[in-house]
């Protein structure tokens, strides 16, 4: 069954210093990895995600992430980080070839970046 | 256009009222999903329609009744809704439900329901 995973609830960091929020999944097959973003009383925001190819993806608001297969990690990170990032962060993936549209979701982790 | 709206962004309802969240989006997408979301807490997913055509329903009691009048237009009908049905619901789409790689949920901001 597919999983993913973010060990952690909370993230700080201060503002200018690099962050990463992690994730891990588990899937049957190639997966298909995305970030998304949520700010207070918002919706969903697509960050960037993983297909194929480079396992460094870069997204929007300067956010990048790296896959790793073999650690079957999807680590989201940002070189300096903004107050503005704070933020609820969700790692989700769907499976190769799903025609369901099912996306599995992280439980989601929260990054506080103080000034 | 790459929006998904969602109305109303707060609603306030009984539990024998019956009421309706919309959402529209103008993308061309032939793929919607509603999902409900607590707060801290992953989206939940409810419904998924393609091509207007109702394709997963997860297990969702009966108070809660899809429409999709349109490829455009999604409909959640409410009625006698329990207070533990007070949540953020959101509505998504993508151009559909193919193992497509570039096939990305784009979500609304969701209409923030309280059922007294």
């Known amino acids: 069954a597919q999983s993913v995973a973010q060990p952690e609830d909370q993230v700080n960091v201060a503002e200018g210093n690099p962050l990463t929020v992690k994730c891990t999944y588990s899937v049957s097959g190639n997966p298909y990895l995305f970030w998304y973003v949520q700010y207070p009383n918002r919706g969903l925001q697509f960050l960037l995600k993983y297909i194929t190819g480079d396992n460094l993806v870069k997204g929007s608001y300067g956010f990048e992430a790296e896959f790793n297969k073999s650690q079957t990690s999807f680590h989201l990170k940002k070189p300096s980080a903004l107050v503005s990032d704070s933020a609820l962060y969700f790692c989700?993936?769907?499976?190769?070839?799903?025609?369901?549209?099912?996306?599995?979701f992280g439980q989601g982790t929260t990054l506080q970046v103080k000034p | 256009d790459t929006e998904v709206t969602q109305t109303p962004k707060h609603l306030v309802m009984g539990m024998t009222n019956k009421k309706s969240l919309k959402c529209e989006q103008h993308?061309?997408?032939?793929?919607m999903y509603w999902y409900k979301q607590k707060a801290k807490k992953p989206p939940e997913l409810m419904f998924v329609y393609s091509y207007e055509k109702l394709s997963i329903n997860e297990s969702v009691p009966s108070r809660f009744s899809p429409e999709c009048p349109n490829s455009s237009l999604l409909n959640l009908h409410l009625h006698a809704l329990q207070p533990e049905d007070s949540a953020l619901y959101l509505c998504?789409?993508?151009?559909?439900?193919?193992?497509?790689?570039?096939?990305?949920?784009?979500f609304g901001p969701g209409t923030r329901l309280t059922v007294l």
């Open positions: 998504a789409s993508s151009q559909d439900l193919a193992g497509d790689p570039y096939n990305e949920q784009f």
């Open positions: 993308m061309g997408h032939r793929a």
């Open positions: 989700a993936v769907r499976e190769e070839w799903s025609n369901t549209g099912k996306l599995i």
